[in-house]
């Protein structure tokens, strides 16, 4: 019997292909990659289906830091917010699961690897990305979009197989992952329509402002309040607690999917939208003009790459060698207020700030030249304006 890999969430795509793989006498073996998003008694709950569903094993892969270390933290680096709005809070999870799913296909032994991906979206092409670079001897198999089903359909076919689950389809369609939930529905089906109040899956429930301080080393969060944490997983775990109950990093993303057509989605990311943009503001304080001009060239082809699943393309390692460097003196504190659906970002502290006084206080004073230096500096830097002037000059004259 050939064995097959699914990389099964327990909703409705995945329940399907796992029946349909053992119709065709394929022996499954169900993987659930965790990401952040699932609390434990959502994982023993997708387990338990998954078993009912008479797969030949279940598995949990915890890959929360590799998540971090692999992928968010040079998001952060590099400032990544795609179309300067979202965090990509789905695309990099989609990455980090489909190579953990490729690694235990590697570690099985496994002739195939599902997944549940319709033929509409961008999953479909992460996915089969990954493991067609990962691993190109395995087949791939994609039911829902191989046979171009419609959820009736796949709901018709599992009830004739006596598959017992809630069918009803939920309004929205919600995924929560360590850096950030999406959010998609009718409203985000066309071009205008908001999101509302109850779509978000976390209620606006604190009142009046709360002052908050974010530290940063080399790049990375590591305290919140002068409270040291032992790995920044959780102090982002620990600023979406605090943060998402004011509604901060709220919005609707307006994008390009990979095959060509655009698409809006509403996301939910407080502690990533503070964090990049705390950190974004303690690197114009720390890094000189060209750092900050070839971070921002290169991180957005950073994001664009990652959006579209050529995370393995090696371009991406050398972007992510860069961006390391650049960190060595992104050290510092940030002070934020936070207060219903807005934040405030107040000023920074950091040994590494280049706003020294010493050298001179913009609008005011210099201690580093006088006036016939900037005089001279003036002429010299305008010198091909002035020739470009002067011979216009002189054309329209003749």
Not at 128 to 154: A, H, K, N, W
Not at 235 to 260: C, E, K, S, W
Not at 322 to 331: A, M
Not at 352 to 370: I, Q, R
Request: hydrophobic fraction near 40%; glycine fraction near 10%; include cysteine.
């Amino acid at each position: 019997m050939k064995k097959a890999v699914l990389a099964y969430s327990g909703g409705l795509d995945t329940t399907y292909c796992a029946i349909y793989l053992k119709s065709l006498g394929l022996e499954v073996h169900a993987v659930t990659v965790q990401t952040g998003g699932f609390s434990e008694e959502e994982l023993s709950s997708i387990e338990e289906r998954a078993k009912a569903l008479g797969v030949a094993s279940f598995k949990v892969l915890d890959v929360t830091r590799n998540y971090y270390e692999d992928f968010i933290r040079f998001l952060v680096f590099g400032n990544v917010l795609k179309n300067n709005t979202y965090p990509l809070s789905v695309s990099a999870e989609r990455m980090v699961q489909a190579v953990a799913v490729a690694n235990y296909v590697r570690e099985t032994g496994a002739d195939c690897v599902a997944h549940g991906s319709t033929g509409a979206g961008n999953d479909q092409v992460r996915f089969d990305m990954i493991f067609q670079g990962m691993i190109p001897e395995v087949e791939i198999l994609t039911p829902i979009r191989e046979q171009r089903l419609s959820r009736e359909q796949e709901i018709a076919y599992l009830k004739d197989k006596g598959v017992e689950m809630d069918f009803s389809k939920s309004k929205y369609s919600i995924n929560k992952g360590l850096w950030g939930t999406s959010v998609g529905g009718a409203e985000t089906l066309s071009s205008h329509g908001y999101l509302p109040e109850e779509a978000w899956p976390t209620p606006v429930t604190a009142t009046g402002e709360r002052n908050i301080t974010l530290e940063f080393k080399q790049g990375e969060l590591v305290a919140i309040d002068g409270q040291p944490f032992a790995h920044p997983v959780i102090a982002i775990q620990t600023l979406q607690q605090i943060a998402q109950p004011y509604g901060v990093g709220r919005d609707i993303h307006v994008g390009d999917t990979i095959i060509g057509i655009k698409g809006r989605v509403g996301f939910e990311a407080a502690a990533p939208i503070l964090i990049i943009k705390a950190h974004h503001l303690l690197e114009k304080h720390v890094l000189t003009k060209w750092q900050l001009y070839w971070k921002d060239q290169l991180s957005v082809w950073y994001g664009n790459f990652l959006h579209e699943g050529l995370m393995l393309d090696p371009s991406m390692r050398n972007i992510e060698a860069f961006l390391i460097d650049t960190q060595k003196h992104v050290s510092g504190k940030v002070f934020i207020t936070l207060a219903p659906h807005r934040y405030i970002l107040n000023g920074i502290e950091s040994s590494y700030d280049l706003m020294n006084s010493g050298f001179g206080t913009y609008g005011e004073m210099n201690g580093a030249w006088n006036g016939e230096d900037v005089k001279s500096f003036a002429k010299i830097f305008g010198n091909q304006i002035g020739i470009y002037q002067s011979t216009q000059r002189q054309n329209q004259e003749s």
